[in-house]
């Protein structure tokens, strides 16, 4: 699991992911495409054909992009950085899929009420200034039967745990370097608890979670 740092805008807290720390952060995530596509095979098989779905801060846009490739989906991405809207433009394009990415806050999505079957949120979730506004903003616009799914690092993450994921990330040695940095010292500061999930969607429509662990991170299971 890569996390996302971009941030330092309305809906975001910390650095700004724009410019040429965007275009380094899209290179690096580029080395796992492997991941992307894993996520993209299991998010599948949960939906039918003509879903519409919701990336909300893809980055890159490579797990929408991935799930576009898989089925006939309406792949929609929010991201709050205008450089990563770009890229993620042009990665569709160069991959000859359309998913429909837009620039927008998390806390105050664009979309009509009741709009998606599924909203996804990867290695993105620590990094918003109002995380609970972010989970009543995916509750509105979320279908009725509809589900948000979040993949991110885990507060209580080990040094061990980072450190094997980083590896396996086949970085050069200056960048693994500072990947691991951020992670220790930037992302895992920001990141939350299974408790801090159940406490946070108890207090929103959603009324509850579910959640799953591995050692480095979290999938949270909300549904409408």
Request: charged share 20%; with cysteine; net charge neutral.
């Amino acid at each position: 699991m890569v996390a996302t740092a971009m941030v330092g805008k309305k809906g975001d807290k910390g650095i700004v992911m724009e410019g040429p720390l965007a275009n380094w952060y899209a290179k690096n995530t580029a080395n796992n495409l492997s991941d992307f596509h894993a996520d993209a095979g299991r998010i599948a098989n949960c939906l039918t054909a003509g879903a519409r779905v919701l990336e909300v801060a893809p980055g890159p846009g490579y797990l929408s992009i991935a799930l576009a490739q898989l089925g006939p989906y309406q792949v929609t991405g929010l991201d709050i950085s205008h450089s990563f809207v770009r890229i993620a433009r042009t990665n569709a394009t160069n991959a000859g899929v359309v998913v429909d990415f837009r620039h927008g806050d998390a806390s105050d999505m664009p979309f009509a009420a009741d709009t998606f079957d599924l909203i996804v949120c990867r290695a993105a979730f620590k990094n918003f200034a109002d995380p609970i506004g972010a989970l009543r903003e995916m509750h509105r616009v979320l279908r009725a039967g509809g589900e948000a799914l979040i993949i991110d690092m885990r507060r209580d993450a080990t040094n061990a745990a980072i450190d094997e994921s980083v590896t396996a990330m086949k970085l050069s040695r200056l960048d693994s370097l500072i990947t691991s940095f951020i992670f220790r010292h930037t992302l895992r500061p920001r990141a939350y608890t299974t408790a801090d999930f159940q406490r946070m969607a108890a207090t929103t429509p959603f009324g509850g979670c579910q959640v799953s662990e591995d050692p480095l991170g979290l999938e949270i299971r909300l549904r409408k």
